[in-house]
């Protein structure tokens, strides 16, 4: 003997928009759900929690990391930057910071990692060569006034 079947009001809801086709042609359909494709990750929860809280996370590289990751930026994270002095300080800082960070301890067995220094001349120059390719062209001088054309009755009236 076979059990009766037993719908409950969810399923049937569910049947009917089917048989209607409701569910046809949704966005998304045949893909992945979001929040499950990195569930293999271990810290799949904190990378989620950054992106929702649109949290900045280079602050929690290791050192030699984010200065390395500050070099790749130059010299387009420099543009704003308005004097060569300033750009030079800012990079002679950098540079500063790398060798400071060569003198930290090494534990354990692994290489360090390390960052380079910038060459603060070619640097510059690079710097010099973006803004120049970036800063707008000078708007042209504004034409000269025509000349004042004065009618014949005062030119004939005019005093010699």
Do not use: C
Not at 15 to 22: D, F, L
């Amino acid at each position: 003997m076979s059990q009766p079947h037993y719908e409950s009001w969810v399923d049937k809801q569910i049947r009917e928009a089917q048989e209607r086709g409701e569910f046809d042609h949704l966005s998304g359909a045949g893909k992945p759900l979001e929040d499950l494709v990195d569930l293999g990750d271990p810290d799949w929860w904190v990378k989620r929690y950054a992106s929702r809280e649109g949290l900045d996370l280079s602050a929690a590289l290791p050192t030699p990391l984010a200065l390395r990751k500050e070099a790749a930026g130059f010299p387009d994270s420099l543009v704003d930057v308005r004097t060569e002095g300033r750009v030079r300080e800012i990079l002679e800082d950098y540079n500063a910071r790398v060798k400071a960070d060569r003198l930290r301890p090494v534990f354990g067995n692994l290489p360090p990692v390390l960052a380079k220094t910038v060459d603060v001349d070619e640097m510059v120059a690079a710097w010099a060569e973006l803004r120049a390719r970036l800063r707008p062209e000078p708007p042209a001088p504004p034409a000269p006034p025509p000349p004042v054309r004065r009618g014949l009755l005062r030119r004939l009236l005019r005093r010699p």
